[in-house]
């Protein structure tokens, strides 16, 4: 899991910006259909959810005394599987401000591509100490890239979603 999850990482944000760049700078404000997020909500909401993250990986973490992997393959079936849907804690939920596109897909690049470095150069065994999920205690590193990457890539999914009803 450790070697390739660099590499997953790099596929989600690549295909994830990939996704955003699809959008005119009008659409990426638009609301497609009721109860939907614009496609500039869906990108603040995985920045919100990734900005803090290189600094979690790279500060000191703890020996862990569970299974590393442990949450792993709870976390990627629940967030591939796209036909449930979630709802976001406070903290990562996107406002309805008018998102700037290029800015966002800087920001959104900058912060992968500084995960994806730190996904390559930190061991991946260690305990989170500052950061935990909300409501399941302390995570370890493996388990944080797992999430970003699943997350991400639900998210890409969503804004497929979010574009072909543009078109209709």
Known sequence: MEKHIATELTNAGDNFLKALSLFTPEEFNK????????????????????KGVPELLTAKGLPTQRDPEQNVAGIRQMFLDFSTKMKSPDFILPSNDTKDKADLMKKLDENFSSIIAAAKTQDHTLTIKDFEFPGSGPVTRIELLNFISVHTQRHTHQLQKVSEAMVK
């Open 31 to 50: 609301v497609p259909f009721k109860d939907s997020w614009t496609a500039g909500q869906i990108a603040e909401h995985i920045y919100k959810s990734i």
